[in-house]
């Protein structure tokens, strides 16, 4: 799994991923703490609008990004938006105003919506082999989960000799030192591709991901696992507090169980993809999420909660890491960074349903009940995906092209009926229909 770190770029953006992944964390205890400086018992509420502005501007503004970042030099785009994301953190400290939070929160994410996808379109490009970049997708969601264990632990332990503020330059720091990494980093060039009007290229990436039947089941496939997932995330602690009647400290311990067992899906996975279809494993890591919720009634412990939260972690690191493989095969490299967009863009748009729904519900019908209506959602979603998302995939897809002039580049290197890897692109619009 070590492998690709031997590629002295992809170590370089690995790096930066890690120091940005560490701030981060660092900015969200101490967002958490500001917002109660400024709102008191309503911080819940001022983080809950934060939360909602973040998913507002990587749905709204993501394929944006995109079509912006076809125009730029890679390299440049990426550190300009470290720096932006840096700026905006060094504002932080001295808002006084809970309005600058959602402002500067929601520049910030904005920021982050361009640079997530355009750094998830280089490393196809950095590592071209399937198997290293099976084990660079693996190395990045190990670096994400033990991010989520480690960085609560960090800031608690500098809270106890710093105040929170300081927290905000651990944060500036951390993407400052991306910045540098990726500048010195040998980021290879965007494939060369035919740029068009802009309002064209902000939707091209979701009109490849609509139009690609895989991806049609992705997506859908999304809304199996935000379903699941919004309960771990809005609903933890209402477990472990009012039903549990335990505190803090049991809430992290419940988080630690979920990210354990998402570092163990991350470890195994890329032995596991060697044997098994990506379609498979994930619909497996949806199955398990969503069967995961549909048992939370039943818990009655801590110990019990924390391996159910460790059993629907794995299946989330199952669902999540080879997503850039369905990604890369599926549009052309020119291409990638619009489709990764467009992912970006529609799974959060999932998440931005189930949030509020875990959240409103819980409080209204209780928990138990509304983990049975996730489970339901999510299984309805699951059946979606197996009708959507073709089981056999050819390598090569008959096709012809009436509408190309005999002499078209293309009908002289394949012939006027041909098969080969397909994906949509100007010459390929829509997917053929099976024969």
């Known amino acids: 799994m070590l492998e690709p770190l031997r590629h002295p770029t992809f170590r370089s953006l690995f790096a930066a991923q890690i120091v940005a992944l560490v701030g981060t964390g660092l900015a969200t205890v101490a967002l958490g703490l500001l917002a109660w400086e400024l709102a008191g018992e309503s911080a819940g509420a001022v983080l809950g609008t934060a939360l909602a502005i973040k998913m507002v501007a990587y749905v709204g503004l993501a394929p944006v990004a995109a079509a912006i970042a076809e125009r730029l030099p890679r390299r440049a785009f990426l550190v300009g938006l470290d720096l932006i994301r840096a700026a905006v953190i060094f504002c932080l400290p001295f808002v006084d105003q809970v309005w600058q939070i959602y402002v500067l929160i929601f520049l910030l994410q904005a920021a982050s919506a361009g640079f997530t996808p355009a750094f998830q379109a280089v490393i196809p490009d950095v590592l071209p082999d399937e198997g290293d970049y099976t084990q660079a997708l693996s190395l990045l969601r190990l670096a994400e989960d033990l991010e989520q264990l480690a960085s609560p632990i960090l800031a608690a332990l500098l809270l106890t000799v710093i105040g929170f503020p300081v927290l905000f330059l651990g944060t500036v720091l951390g993407f400052v030192g991306s910045a540098l990494l990726v500048a010195t980093a040998r980021v290879p060039g965007r494939q060369a591709g035919q740029t068009g009007a802009f309002w064209a290229d902000v939707t091209k990436g979701l009109r490849i991901y609509l139009a690609t039947p895989r991806l049609r089941g992705l997506m859908v496939m999304e809304l199996a696992v935000a379903a699941a997932g919004a309960m771990i ?203």
Request: aromatic fraction near 6%; glycine fraction near 10%.
């Open 233 to 435: 995330y809005v609903n933890t602690v209402v477990l472990v507090q009012a039903r549990l009647g335990l505190g803090a400290q049991a809430v992290a311990l419940a988080f630690a169980g979920f990210g354990a067992g998402s570092i163990v899906a991350a470890v195994l996975l890329p032995r596991l993809l060697r044997r098994e279809a990506d379609r498979s494993v994930m619909l497996a890591g949806a199955a398990l999420m969503v069967g995961g919720v549909a048992l939370v009634p039943l818990i009655g412990s801590l110990a019990g909660l924390m391996a159910l939260w460790g059993a629907i972690g794995f299946g989330f690191a199952l669902t999540q890491t080879p997503i850039g493989r369905i990604i890369s095969r599926s549009a052309r490299a020119e291409d990638r960074g619009a489709v990764f967009a467009a992912q970006f863009a529609l799974s959060h748009a999932c998440w931005l349903l189930t949030y509020p729904l875990a959240g409103r519900l819980g409080a209204e019908i209780g928990q138990s009940a509304v983990a049975l209506v996730l489970a339901v959602l999510g299984a309805v979603a699951l059946l979606a995906v197996g009708w959507i998302w073709p089981r056999r995939e050819p390598g090569a897809v008959a096709h012809a092209h009436p509408d190309l002039p005999p002499d078209h580049p293309h009908l002289r290197d394949h012939g006027a009926a041909h098969a080969h890897a397909f994906v949509i692109d100007r010459l390929h619009p829509r997917w053929p229909k099976p024969a």
